[in-house]
């Protein structure tokens, strides 16, 4: 699976979008951008995914650059509970070896 | 409500005992996991298992072991051979789409082993 890079911290004002950005330059054409957040010390939060174009939901946005080789997670209001660390995740659909991959993702901090 | 769950939250062991860690799912998903996270980083995959009576190593399964006998549960044990057992337990589930890949995980709210 793809490895990506994320930057290790950010911060956010309250009410502002969030944006996180994600580099995946290895990625292949058959693995998709996984998104998940975790608050401190509860489990992984499924937040998004994508193969090729945006996708919106109630959570986020992502938006997935034309080449695929950057990613970018967009929380449009953001909180003070959405202060958390956030994963960027590339793979697969695997028929037989399902696993996420989680690197040390992006802790966000949204102030006041 | 469905969900997965895991207990206990909190475990203390003394070092050089066997102990057990349990994950429910009430969901009917088909996968079910067990990640490992250490303080400032992120997961790493011990075991997992897309089927009843069958479970794979994942990248640390070293000092770990595993049973799948019912669909809704896939219970770790962290045997004495775990050098550093000490960490952040989270048990995982997906459910399997007719495509025969599978969706999104979706997490239990994890145990917290502390080997004194």
């Known amino acids: 699976d793809a490895k990506t890079t994320q930057p290790p911290s950010m911060d956010c004002a309250e009410g502002r979008a969030a944006n996180l950005p994600c580099n995946h330059s290895?990625?292949?054409?058959?693995?998709?951008v996984y998104w998940y957040r975790q608050i401190h010390s509860q489990g992984p939060q499924y937040i998004i995914h994508?193969?090729?174009n945006n996708e919106t939901n109630e959570m986020a946005s992502l938006i997935i650059t034309e080449d695929r080789k950057s990613s970018t997670l967009i929380l449009p209001h953001a909180t003070l509970r959405d202060t958390a660390v956030y994963y960027c995740?590339?793979?697969?659909?695997?028929?037989?070896?399902?696993?996420?991959?989680f690197g040390a993702g992006t802790r966000l901090t949204v102030k006041p | 409500d469905g969900g997965i769950t895991q207990s206990p939250k909190y475990l203390f062991r003394k070092e050089g005992q066997n102990v057990t860690l349990s994950c429910e799912q009430n969901?009917?998903?088909?996968?079910m996991y067990w990640y490992r996270q250490d303080p400032g980083q992120g997961l790493r995959l011990i075991y997992y298992?897309?089927?009843?009576?069958?479970?794979q190593k994942g990248d640390i399964a070293e000092g770990y072991s595993v049973s799948r006998e019912k669909k809704e549960s896939f219970p770790l044990t962290v045997t004495s051979a775990q050098k550093n057992p000490t960490a952040f337990y989270l048990c995982?589930?997906?459910?399997?789409?007719?495509?025969?890949?599978?969706?999104?995980?979706?997490f239990g709210p994890g145990t917290r082993l502390t080997v004194l």
């Open positions: 298992s897309q089927i009843v009576n069958d479970f």
């Open positions: 994508g193969l090729k």
């Open positions: 290895t990625i292949s054409g058959n693995e998709y």
């Open positions: 969901l009917n998903h088909d996968a």
């Open positions: 995982a589930s997906s459910t399997r789409k007719t495509s025969g890949t599978y969706n999104e995980q979706f």
């Open positions: 995740i590339v793979r697969v659909a695997h028929f037989n070896n399902n696993d996420m991959r």
